[in-house]
């Protein structure tokens, strides 16, 4: 007797989802500001239906291999270690693209684009919400 004739499939992923698993995962880790901009709900104790967590994540998917990398840009908080950071960034991100994706995370590059206090964060994302209500 033939079994039922199983379908072919394939599971894809758009860049976006990745960067957006990326950039929401990074936002949970302290010491994480921004991801080029994306004001983080940790930092102003809200977040706007405006911020985008994509921003700052590049993703490369090689969809044969089932693996992703990862280029991000950030700022971080001023007095943290960067490499604690960035080690608490790879483990957490690696894990959540694998758990939701079944993706392999062969790379992730950081690159550091500022360090601020919290107090001068705070500050600067004061001025952008001010000018941002002037445009509109």
Not at 56 to 61: K, L, R, S
Request: glycine content about 4%; charged content about 40%.
């Amino acid at each position: 007797m033939d079994k039922a004739a199983q379908p072919e499939t394939k599971l894809t992923f758009d860049d976006e989802v990745l960067a957006k698993i990326a950039g929401k995962t990074a936002s949970n880790v302290d010491g994480v500001l921004s991801l080029e901009g994306n004001i983080f709900e940790k930092v102003t104790d809200r977040i706007s239906k405006d911020d985008d967590p994509t921003t700052g994540v590049n993703v490369d998917i090689d969809d044969e291999n089932q693996k992703v990398s990862l280029k991000m840009d950030a700022l971080l908080e001023y007095g943290k270690n960067a490499q604690s950071i960035f080690d608490k960034m790879v483990t957490k991100i690696t894990a959540a693209v694998n758990e939701m994706t079944n993706m392999e995370v062969a790379e992730i590059k950081l690159n550091v684009k500022d360090v601020l206090t919290r107090e001068e964060w705070a500050d600067r994302t004061k001025d952008d919400k001010k000018h941002e209500d002037k445009k509109h």
